[in-house]
Each structure stands twice: as structure tokens, then as C-alpha cells.
């Protein structure tokens, strides 16, 4: 199963399942080093039918990656392999499972084993006449139905990536009921308005608490427009009331020090530029800021470093000079975890980089004082427009 680009790389694939081949199984896909090794979970052949543990299954929304039709073309040369696709995926379990073609959302799926009344508990939150759906206003349903179903002994699967979908929803959930009541006239709030050093204009203060609000953005402000201050008012925001201690911002070299010079100027805070050799940049990462920032060509020889320092927030700047998605900062940007994301950009969202996509969800750690573990973050949302303009994507 391809983990590459090029032809001439190595690329394999083996069986992580227990089932039979001529049955459904997961597969990882691997490629010799340094490549990562991706899950790959097979029930069907069309898309959103599959699951790949890959950044790209998580943000394209197209229900399938490389990886998943490598090892589709693979396993339909297998002996026995049209027959079993012919008669589908019927496990004895059923599945609380995630689909992600054409956006993500949460399916229940009946094992041949489910009895009658797992299935009635499902029917109340669930479409059963739109392939099984939840439907979203029946999202605190969930626990009602884990417990019903718990109760006839019966295993129903729910998957990570499901977990963390439906904890991303609550707790942007919990988050716009908070903000709402920190700040009950919205960005005409006077708690915006004394929340930095600088007044915020309407738009800024409208943009900051958008992005606190979503959680993971993308603010495609014109130029001279002040995504910097909107990015530091949402940090801001975060900090005080959402647990946020660990900020890392990225940014070309030559604006490091004018973020620390930003930072510092509008809300007070100390600001850690990253910079030296690799033990330097050791020790730097061991200091206990509330702020770092680095450039992009010291991401991916410093993942180890920020995924042991483990920032809550993540700013990323000038994101629009990532023009191929394939590059080695690109892929570095998509494997740097955080709850919490603004992604600054200069393009309109129709022709932002795929660096960009950075906003987009994929397997982000909990929000600092979430009770849930493994949360994903709200769907990623856009910002974009001269002041007075809100898209989402």
C-alpha cells in the first residue's frame, strides 16, 4: 500500500485483522523509512465505504485516499475477493463509524448479531431512511443509546475517529455557550474591546472571537487588514478561558521577530523566537513559554521537539507560500498536533495553498480541560473578506 509519490519507492502492504482474506480485514500500509505506517480499514468499494488513518482521508472529504484504492487494487486480485465484495460487509458487531465523503458524518451500521432492541435505540437517533445517519440535533442521544445497547450484552464497536468527531461537536458546543456569556453582545462585547493593549476594530473583534468560537480557522483577510491581531486577540481568548498555556507560531524567518515584537506589544505576553542548532533549539523547546515561534524550514527536523512540547494552539502565518502540498514543510505543517489552529493566508478560500488545509480536522489531541480525550476539533472554518465578510467551508 503506497505511503509515496514515486514509483520507485517501496511501497507494501500487510494484514493487521484476524478474519479471513476472503472476508473484510484492516490493513496497514507501510513504506520503508522514513515514510509512517497508515491504517486502512476495508468494507466496501465505494467512497466514504472505507477508513485510512492517513492527513489526507481526514481532510479531503472525498470518502477515499491512495492508500485506500492501492489496497482496493490490490485485494480485487485476491481469490474469493469479488464474491465477498459481491456480498458485502456483515460483521456480527455493529459499528458506530465515521464517513468523510463529501463532509463527515457519524453512521450506525446493524451487525447480523444486533438484536431488535439495539436497533429500536438506533432508530431514535439515527435516519434509518437516510442510510442510517445521525441526525444532528439528536447528538447528546449518543450516551442513551451506548446504554441501551450495553445492556443486551450485544459489542457495538464506536471508533476513534468517531469518538473524536462527536467530541469535537460538544465541546464547540460547550464553547459557544461560554463565549456566549463571556461576551453577550458578540464583538460589540466591552470585554473585546479591553481584551489587548490595542482597541480592536469591529471586524477584528468579529474575527477573534470567530475563530475562539470554531476553533480551527482560516483567516483570509486583504493585506494591512490585521490578521496578526485578530490571531493574538483569539489566543487571547483562549488563554484566559479555555485553558490555553502553550502557543506555537510559524512563520517565515524573516517575521519571527516581528511576532515577538506583535505579541508583546498587544497583549504583554513574552514571546520565544526558536532559533540556533539542534541541542540549542533543545533547550529552547524545554523552556516553559507561553509563546514560541519558529520558521517553516525548522518544522520537520523539530517534530520530535514540538510533539514533546505539545502546543494548544498553533498559529500559522503567511500560509499562502506553501504552493505545493507535497513539499517537506507542507508535510511537516500537517503532522504538527494541536486542538486549537488559525491559519493566516492572503489568498481567497477558492485559491488558498493546500498548506492551508492545516485548519481542517484530523486527529488533533483533547482542548486543554476537555473531559474528553482524543477530541477533534469543529469542522475547519474559513474567514475570509475585507472586514465585514464570514465564509465557511
Same mark, same amino acid.
Given at each position: 500500500?503506497?505511503?509515496?509519490?514515486?514509483?520507485?519507492?517501496?511501497?507494501?502492504?500487510?494484514?493487521?485483522?484476524?478474519?479471513?482474506?476472503?472476508?473484510?480485514?484492516?490493513?496497514?500500509?507501510?513504506?520503508?523509512?522514513?515514510?509512517?505506517?497508515?491504517?486502512?480499514?476495508?468494507?466496501?468499494?465505494?467512497?466514504?465505504?472505507?477508513?485510512?488513518?492517513? +492527513?489526507?482521508?481526514?481532510?479531503?472529504?472525498?470518502?477515499?485516499?491512495?492508500?485506500?484504492?492501492?489496497?482496493?487494487?490490490?485485494?480485487?486480485?485476491?481469490?474469493?475477493?469479488?464474491?465477498?465484495?459481491?456480498?458485502?460487509?456483515? +460483521? +456480527?458487531?455493529?459499528?458506530?463509524?465515521?464517513?468523510?465523503?463529501?463532509?463527515?458524518?457519524?453512521?450506525?451500521?446493524?451487525?447480523?448479531?444486533?438484536?431488535?432492541?439495539?436497533?429500536?435505540?438506533?432508530?431514535?437517533?439515527?435516519?434509518?431512511?437516510? =442510510?442510517?445517519?445521525?441526525?444532528?440535533?439528536?447528538?447528546?442521544?449518543?450516551?442513551?443509546?451506548?446504554?441501551?445497547?450495553?445492556?443486551?450484552?450485544?459489542?457495538?464497536?464506536?471508533?476513534?475517529?468517531?469518538?473524536?468527531?462527536?467530541?469535537?461537536?460538544?465541546?464547540?458546543?460547550?464553547?459557544?455557550?461560554?463565549?456566549?456569556?463571556?461576551?453577550?453582545? =458578540?464583538?460589540?462585547?466591552?470585554?473585546?474591546?479591553?481584551?489587548?493593549?490595542?482597541?480592536?476594530?469591529?471586524?477584528?473583534?468579529?474575527?477573534?472571537?470567530?475563530?475562539?468560537?470554531?476553533?480551527?480557522?482560516?483567516?483570509?483577510?486583504?493585506? =494591512?487588514?490585521?490578521?496578526?491581531?485578530?490571531?493574538?486577540?483569539?489566543?487571547?481568548?483562549?488563554?484566559?478561558?479555555?485553558?490555553?498555556?502553550?502557543?506555537?507560531?510559524?512563520?517565515?524567518?524573516?517575521?519571527?521577530?516581528?511576532?515577538?515584537?506583535?505579541?508583546?506589544?498587544?497583549?504583554?505576553?513574552?514571546?520565544?523566537?526558536?532559533?540556533?542548532?539542534?541541542?540549542?533549539?533543545?533547550?529552547?523547546?524545554?523552556?516553559?513559554?507561553?509563546?514560541?515561534?519558529?520558521?517553516?524550514?525548522?518544522?520537520?527536523?523539530?517534530?520530535?521537539?514540538?510533539?514533546?512540547?505539545?502546543?494548544?494552539?498553533?498559529?500559522?502565518?503567511?500560509?499562502?507560500?506553501?504552493?505545493?502540498?507535497?513539499?517537506?514543510?507542507?508535510?511537516?505543517?500537517?503532522?504538527?498536533?494541536?486542538?486549537?489552529?488559525?491559519?493566516?493566508?492572503?489568498?481567497?478560500?477558492?485559491?488558498?495553498?493546500?498548506?492551508?488545509?492545516?485548519?481542517? +480536522?484530523?486527529?488533533?489531541?483533547?482542548?486543554?480541560?476537555?473531559?474528553?480525550?482524543?477530541?477533534?476539533?469543529?469542522?475547519?472554518?474559513?474567514?475570509?473578506?475585507?472586514?465585514?465578510?464570514?465564509?465557511?467551508?
Amino acid at each position: 500500500m503506497p505511503c509515496a509519490a514515486s514509483s520507485a519507492e517501496s511501497k507494501t502492504f500487510f494484514s493487521i485483522g484476524s478474519v479471513p482474506i476472503r472476508s473484510f480485514r484492516s490493513f496497514a500500509s507501510a513504506i520503508r523509512n522514513p515514510r509512517p505506517i497508515y491504517r486502512v480499514a476495508i468494507r466496501g468499494q465505494l467512497p466514504g465505504d472505507n477508513y485510512c488513518s492517513c +492527513p489526507d482521508y481526514a481532510t479531503n472529504e472525498l470518502g477515499t485516499c491512495k492508500h485506500i484504492e492501492f489496497v482496493l487494487s490490490r485485494l480485487e486480485r485476491k481469490r474469493g475477493a469479488k464474491t465477498a465484495f459481491k456480498r458485502g460487509y456483515r +460483521p +456480527p458487531f455493529s459499528e458506530l463509524y465515521l464517513r468523510n465523503d463529501g463532509g463527515k458524518a457519524l453512521y450506525f451500521r446493524a451487525g447480523t448479531d444486533c438484536p431488535a432492541a439495539a436497533v429500536k435505540a438506533a432508530g431514535r437517533i439515527f435516519d434509518a431512511t437516510g =442510510g442510517w445517519r445521525l441526525r444532528m440535533e439528536q447528538l447528546g442521544g449518543l450516551d442513551g443509546l451506548l446504554a441501551a445497547v450495553a445492556k443486551t450484552g450485544h459489542e457495538l464497536r464506536f471508533y476513534d475517529d468517531a469518538k473524536n468527531f462527536v467530541a469535537g461537536l460538544r465541546d464547540a458546543e460547550r464553547r459557544a455557550l461560554a463565549l456566549d456569556g463571556l461576551f453577550p453582545c =458578540g464583538a460589540a462585547d466591552v470585554g473585546l474591546k479591553k481584551l489587548l493593549k490595542a482597541p480592536l476594530y469591529p471586524y477584528q473583534a468579529e474575527g477573534a472571537l470567530f475563530a475562539a468560537r470554531v476553533g480551527r480557522v482560516l483567516i483570509g483577510d486583504e493585506m =494591512g487588514l490585521g490578521k496578526t491581531i485578530q490571531a493574538i486577540a483569539a489566543a487571547e481568548i483562549l488563554a484566559r478561558h479555555f485553558g490555553v498555556a502553550k502557543v506555537l507560531v510559524i512563520c517565515p524567518t524573516s517575521l519571527k521577530y516581528q511576532w515577538q515584537s506583535e505579541i508583546r506589544r498587544f497583549s504583554g505576553r513574552d514571546a520565544f523566537v526558536i532559533s540556533g542548532g539542534r541541542v540549542q533549539r533543545q533547550q529552547d523547546y524545554a523552556r516553559d513559554d507561553f509563546c514560541k515561534i519558529t520558521n517553516y524550514e525548522k518544522l520537520q527536523p523539530d517534530l520530535d521537539l514540538i510533539a514533546a512540547w505539545a502546543p494548544d494552539l498553533v498559529i500559522v502565518d503567511e500560509a499562502q507560500r506553501i504552493k505545493n502540498w507535497n513539499t517537506i514543510a507542507a508535510r511537516a505543517l500537517r503532522r504538527v498536533d494541536s486542538p486549537y489552529a488559525a491559519v493566516l493566508t492572503r489568498n481567497s478560500p477558492g485559491k488558498q495553498a493546500r498548506g492551508a488545509d492545516f485548519h481542517r +480536522p484530523v486527529c488533533r489531541s483533547a482542548p486543554p480541560g476537555s473531559d474528553l480525550e482524543a477530541s477533534l476539533r469543529t469542522p475547519g472554518q474559513v474567514r475570509h473578506g475585507t472586514g465585514h465578510r464570514l465564509h465557511r467551508t
